[in-house]
């Protein structure tokens, strides 16, 4: 068995994937009436869309965001493996939980030694440069 080894992605490059996953995320919710108000659009559908967008690329694209393919990094479990479809939901219910703490969640990956958001720490996952399929 061969051990594969990662290197974190940076909460720069994290933060610019996050960035473009929220116009993104936002511009649906707006599109289909759903825009205004909250992290990713508004109030309960505003949550769904962006669950299910997390939901699916995290877990049928290689763990990988349309933010996080722009900034080739990947969401991965903390043993490597792939992130299943209830670690996906669980990790964006912590994006909501980093964001009504006054961003602390957030802030958080800044000084944590692994670059985990509570989110990360949730799910089990780590954000890292992203490995060839």
Known sequence: MQTRTYELATISE???ALIIDTLIVSAVGSAIGFGGGGFFG???MGFVIG???QWYFLTRQN???FGKMVMNIQVVKTDGSQISDAEAVLRYVGYSINSALIMLGWVWAMIDNDRQGWHDKIANTY???AQPR
Do not use: E, F, L, P
């Open 127 to 129: 954000v890292v440069k």
């Open 63 to 65: 763990g990988q965001t």
């Open 14 to 16: 994290r933060a610019i």
């Open 51 to 53: 669950a299910g967008y």
């Open 42 to 44: 508004g109030g309960i």
